[in-house]
């Protein structure tokens, strides 16, 4: 029996927590068609994707202690600032790991951007199952999934926040829907969209693991690799950033008087909390 | 002790009222550790004598009143106030020890402008003085990574020392006067004045005590004008930590005095810097401060000392001023690296040294090396310089690693204490001092024998004469 093959997808983003509310009015106010220069900015995980790749890892081990065999890959669609993930990934025991570099920024683009995904999953890797995260950063539509799961016609689940395995061929997924958890059981091939999940840390490898893997060959694709005309598909996606506004997220607040933490408890109580376990 | 845990909690009830008593265990357990056992606080796995109570201090007068009883009686007391400790100086060595919590004694009593001296009672958090100092044009130029938490008695008392240090000195080199608790309740104050040549200096005798002797209840130190607009950051890559520490020597002893001056090894780089550098890079900055002509100059020339160096590449240095901007940690990253820790059971631990600078690249590359080849499941093993001198620097170990096979608490007996062994064992060896700016605490006390040497006797004698009933935080500075 072959091994199920996982690919995780993942973004490299700037560090947005890193820049000040300055570094945001200046690209409102002097920059909008470039955005806000995040150049400066250390480079960090997408949260979403972090959970999606040590979900898959323990997907994998969860899968071995029931004599299941899995070939991971990672593939991250950036430039050369993927690279030092790429190759912790493979410290930690991704089989495969890729990164198509565009010719372009594709930003404002998750048309091309899945299509490249879903080519490298075809084409390339020949996966069983896609983890992503559902989104990424500030700027970002959301839709990247859904659209690679159209042009794979697979189908999708978002919002998913475990993934166990069942059989060889079957996972069992918990996603977060409106009104509570959905636990499904599916049959793959799938794209699940990783959501909020409880699992957000991405493990760290040894020094050791990484000597031990350090030959091992990060691939770079290209677009017309995986028969995608990014260029050509740009021109189709022309949306750009038009302007950046400013939002107010100041509160009132107030501090509540007493000289002790009995007397502020009070206060706090009489003033604030009385009335709504009244209203209960 | 001749009295029972209950009777130490009444006999402070009595001194300063039931509410400022606080017995909660969930408190008391978390109290019994600070950040060198943090592990165990993060994963609720408590293995520390619990304290008998914390008690918070409002007055001067009530410290004395506490201390005076602790003495009496024999109860092992603990100043604390902004609690950041890393290295085991709050953590309860003995059973029903009492901790005096003086956060609450947290008001700003002068900013003097003209004198440009600022008093604070110790419970002050950095950040809300050196914000008030800013209102001001002003600032007190101290800018440890802790800023935002760490209180103004805690910073006296454990010597710290900030980011701007090459420029605006340690914290030994800010306070100039204060006013302190000893046991038995004795208050003694030292006047402020700019220098004075009256006999030995004795504020160093309170000056990273870290409680072992008295209490800290107020602070009076220095202030400079703050001139943020003229902030000039500077950085270069480099292959090597060798000539990244050549070249902080010679910016040292041309003269210059840059607020930062640091050599990052490429693992340390790695963490930092890597949307700029390879990964097998180190990266050397600096920022000049100051009055437009001296931060001009200071630049100019720290340009012109690297410019000798072609092997450093400079960069953009809006690199280093955007990573700059975002080097203070508060709770919110304290919580998520808690989290991150919980998740992934790997911990991040740093031991900072000092050493000339003939023996300190020996020190680092020494010490990396047997921290690589003796400690198991180690994911990354390097570090930086971060406070220069004219006669040597700082070397900042910073180091993870996963903990694997045992339970957190003991992370410090299987990975940390072996580390630590291995770099003061290596910093000893080359005559360095063990410890730059995070304290003996307990987790030192090991090797201050030999830090010391034969000026061991000083140390041991300001003990038995200030604390002749050892009720000062049994455990700490002097090995219990």
Same mark, same amino acid.
């Given at each position: 029996?072959?091994?199920?093959?996982?690919?995780?997808?993942?973004?490299?983003?700037?560090?947005?927590?890193?820049?000040?509310?300055?570094?945001?009015?200046?690209?409102?106010?002097?920059?909008?068609?470039?955005?806000?220069?995040?150049?400066?900015?250390?480079?960090?995980?997408?949260?979403?994707?972090?959970?999606?790749?040590?979900?898959?890892?323990?997907?994998s081990?969860?899968?071995?202690?029931?004599?299941?065999?899995?070939?991971?890959?990672?593939?991250?669609?950036?430039?050369?600032?993927?690279?030092?993930?790429?190759?912790?990934?493979?410290?930690?025991?991704?089989?495969?790991?890729?990164?198509?570099?565009?010719?372009?920024?594709?930003?404002?683009?998750?048309?091309?951007?899945?299509?490249?995904?879903?080519?490298y999953?075809?084409?390339?890797?020949?996966?069983?199952?896609?983890?992503?995260?559902?989104?990424?950063?500030?700027?970002?539509?959301?839709?990247?999934?859904?659209?690679?799961?159209?042009?794979?016609?697979?189908?999708?689940?978002?919002?998913?926040?475990?993934?166990?395995?069942?059989?060889?061929?079957?996972?069992?997924?918990?996603?977060?829907?409106?009104?509570?958890?959905?636990?499904?059981?599916?049959r793959?091939?799938?794209?699940?969209?990783?959501?909020?999940?409880?699992?957000?840390?991405l493990?760290?490898?040894?020094?050791?693991?990484?000597?031990?893997?350090?030959?091992?060959?990060?691939?770079?694709?290209?677009?017309?690799?995986?028969?995608?005309?990014?260029?050509?598909?740009?021109?189709?996606?022309?949306?750009?950033?038009?302007?950046?506004?400013?939002?107010?997220?100041?509160?009132?607040?107030?501090?509540?008087g007493?000289?002790?933490?009995?007397?502020?408890a009070?206060?706090?109580?009489?003033?604030?909390?009385?009335?709504?376990?009244?209203k209960? | 002790?001749?009295?029972?845990?209950?009777?130490?909690?009444?006999?402070?009830?009595?001194?300063?009222?039931?509410?400022?008593?606080?017995?909660?265990?969930?408190?008391l357990?978390?109290?019994?550790v600070?950040?060198?056992?943090?592990?165990?606080?993060?994963?609720d796995?408590?293995?520390?004598?619990?304290?008998?109570?914390?008690?918070?201090?409002?007055?001067?007068?009530?410290?004395?009143?506490?201390?005076?009883?602790?003495?009496?009686?024999?109860?092992n007391?603990?100043?604390?106030?902004?609690?950041?400790?890393?290295?085991?100086?709050?953590?309860?060595?003995?059973a029903?020890?009492?901790?005096?919590?003086?956060?609450?004694?947290n008001?700003?009593?002068?900013?003097?402008?003209?004198?440009?001296?600022?008093?604070?009672?110790?419970?002050v958090?950095?950040?809300?003085?050196?914000?008030?100092?800013?209102?001001?044009?002003?600032?007190?130029?101290?800018?440890?990574?802790?800023?935002?938490?760490?209180?103004?008695?805690?910073?006296v008392?454990?010597?710290?020392?900030?980011?701007?240090?090459?420029?605006?000195?340690?914290?030994?080199?800010?306070?100039?006067?204060?006013?302190?608790?000893?046991?038995g309740g004795?208050?003694?104050?030292?006047?402020?004045?700019?220098?004075?040549?009256?006999?030995?200096?004795?504020?160093?005798?309170?000056?990273?005590?870290?409680?072992?002797?008295?209490?800290?209840?107020?602070?009076?130190?220095?202030?400079?004008?703050?001139?943020?607009?003229?902030?000039?950051?500077?950085g270069?890559?480099?292959?090597?930590?060798?000539?990244?520490f050549?070249?902080?020597? *010679?910016?040292?002893?041309?003269?210059?005095?840059?607020? =930062?001056?640091?050599?990052? !090894?490429?693992?340390? @780089? /790695?963490? $930092?810097?890597s949307?700029?550098?390879?990964?097998?890079?180190?990266?050397?900055?600096?920022?000049?401060?100051?009055a437009?002509?001296?931060?001009?100059?200071?630049?100019?020339?720290?340009?012109?000392?690297?410019?000798?160096?072609?092997?450093?590449?400079?960069?953009?240095?809006?690199?280093?001023?955007?990573?700059?901007?975002?080097?203070?940690?508060?709770?919110?990253?304290?919580?998520?690296?808690?989290?991150?820790?919980?998740?992934t059971?790997?911990?991040?631990?740093?031991?900072?040294?000092?050493?000339?600078?003939?023996?300190?690249? *020996?020190?680092?590359?020494?010490?990396?090396?047997?921290? =690589?080849?003796?400690?198991? !499941?180690?994911?990354? @093993? /390097?570090? $930086?310089?971060?406070?220069?001198?004219?006669n040597?620097?700082?070397?900042?170990?910073?180091?993870?690693?996963?903990?694997?096979?045992?339970?957190?608490?003991?992370?410090?007996?299987?990975?940390?204490?072996?580390?630590?062994?291995?770099?003061?064992?290596?910093?000893?060896?080359?005559?360095?001092?063990?410890?730059?700016?995070?304290?003996?605490?307990?987790?030192?006390?090991?090797?201050?024998?030999?830090?010391?040497?034969?000026?061991y006797?000083?140390?041991?004698?300001?003990?038995?004469?200030?604390?002749?009933?050892?009720?000062?935080?049994?455990?700490?500075?002097?090995?219990?």
């Amino acid at each position: 029996v072959s091994a199920l093959r996982i690919l995780v997808s993942f973004k490299v983003t700037p560090d947005f927590e890193a820049l000040r509310e300055a570094d945001w009015l200046a690209g409102a106010a002097h920059d909008a068609a470039r955005g806000v220069e995040t150049r400066y900015v250390r480079r960090v995980l997408n949260c979403f994707d972090e959970s999606a790749l040590e979900l898959a890892l323990r997907l994998s081990d969860a899968r071995a202690e029931r004599g299941f065999a899995t070939d991971l890959g990672a593939l991250s669609v950036g430039g050369r600032e993927t690279q030092p993930y790429l190759k912790t990934l493979v410290a930690l025991g991704y089989e495969r790991a890729a990164r198509v570099e565009p010719e372009a920024a594709l930003d404002f683009a998750p048309a091309v951007t899945a299509s490249i995904i879903a080519g490298y999953a075809t084409r390339v890797d020949h996966s069983d199952l896609l983890l992503l995260g559902c989104r990424s950063g500030p700027g970002d539509s959301g839709t990247v999934p859904f659209l690679v799961a159209e042009e794979l016609g697979w189908p999708c689940l978002t919002q998913v926040l475990e993934v166990e395995p069942l059989a060889d061929d079957r996972v069992r997924v918990a996603c977060m829907v409106d009104d509570g958890l959905l636990r499904v059981t599916l049959r793959l091939p799938c794209v699940l969209a990783v959501g909020n999940a409880v699992v957000s840390q991405l493990r760290v490898p040894t020094l050791t693991d990484r000597l031990a893997r350090r030959d091992k060959r990060i691939d770079v694709v290209s677009g017309a690799d995986l028969g995608v005309d990014i260029a050509r598909e740009l021109s189709r996606e022309p949306c750009v950033l038009k302007g950046l506004e400013g939002i107010d997220r100041a509160r009132r607040g107030v501090i509540v008087g007493g000289a002790t933490p009995r007397e502020k408890a009070r206060a706090l109580f009489d003033s604030h909390l009385k009335s709504a376990l009244e209203k209960l | 002790m001749d009295l029972s845990r209950e009777a130490v909690v009444e006999g402070l009830q009595r001194l300063v009222g039931p509410d400022d008593v606080i017995t909660d265990e969930a408190v008391l357990v978390q109290s019994s550790v600070d950040n060198f056992r943090k592990l165990q606080n993060i994963f609720d796995v408590h293995t520390m004598p619990v304290p008998a109570a914390v008690v918070m201090a409002r007055s001067t007068r009530q410290v004395a009143e506490i201390l005076s009883f602790a003495d009496e009686h024999g109860v092992n007391v603990i100043p604390r106030t902004g609690a950041t400790a890393t290295e085991g100086g709050l953590e309860s060595a003995v059973a029903d020890s009492v901790i005096i919590d003086g956060s609450a004694m947290n008001q700003i009593l002068s900013i003097d402008a003209y004198n440009m001296q600022a008093t604070a009672q110790c419970g002050v958090p950095l950040q809300v003085l050196e914000d008030r100092a800013r209102e001001q044009g002003l600032t007190t130029g101290h800018s440890p990574q802790s800023k935002p938490v760490a209180h103004m008695g805690g910073l006296v008392a454990t010597r710290s020392i900030g980011q701007f240090s090459t420029l605006y000195g340690g914290i030994e080199d800010m306070v100039v006067g204060l006013e302190a608790v000893f046991p038995g309740g004795r208050v003694t104050r030292i006047k402020n004045v700019p220098r004075r040549a009256a006999g030995p200096d004795i504020r160093h005798v309170v000056i990273g005590n870290e409680g072992a002797l008295c209490f800290i209840t107020e602070v009076t130190v220095k202030l400079f004008p703050y001139f943020p607009e003229n902030n000039t950051f500077l950085g270069w890559t480099l292959k090597d930590m060798k000539t990244g520490f050549e070249v902080l020597r *010679e910016v040292m002893v041309s003269g210059y005095r840059p607020s =930062v001056a640091r050599v990052y !090894d490429p693992g340390d @780089a /790695g963490l $930092h810097f890597s949307h700029f550098a390879e990964p097998d890079d180190c990266v050397l900055l600096f920022m000049a401060e100051g009055a437009p002509g001296i931060a001009k100059a200071t630049a100019e020339g720290i340009d012109a000392v690297v410019a000798a160096h072609p092997e450093c590449t400079q960069v953009d240095s809006r690199y280093i001023s955007t990573w700059f901007n975002d080097l203070c940690w508060g709770p919110d990253k304290i919580t998520a690296e808690d989290e991150r820790i919980r998740q992934t059971h790997n911990v991040n631990r740093t031991t900072e040294i000092s050493a000339d600078w003939s023996s300190i690249n *020996e020190i680092y590359q020494a010490a990396r090396a047997r921290i =690589v080849n003796e400690i198991p !499941d180690i994911t990354m @093993a /390097g570090g $930086h310089s971060s406070h220069s001198y004219i006669n040597g620097t700082n070397m900042y170990f910073n180091y993870f690693f996963n903990v694997v096979g045992v339970g957190p608490e003991e992370e410090t007996t299987k990975y940390y204490l072996p580390i630590i062994g291995i770099i003061c064992e290596e910093t000893l060896k080359r005559g360095g001092s063990i410890v730059h700016h995070h304290g003996i605490g307990k987790a030192r006390t090991p090797w201050v024998k030999e830090e010391y040497g034969s000026s061991y006797y000083i140390l041991e004698t300001l003990k038995h004469a200030y604390d002749p009933h050892g009720i000062m935080n049994k455990g700490t500075i002097i090995p219990k």
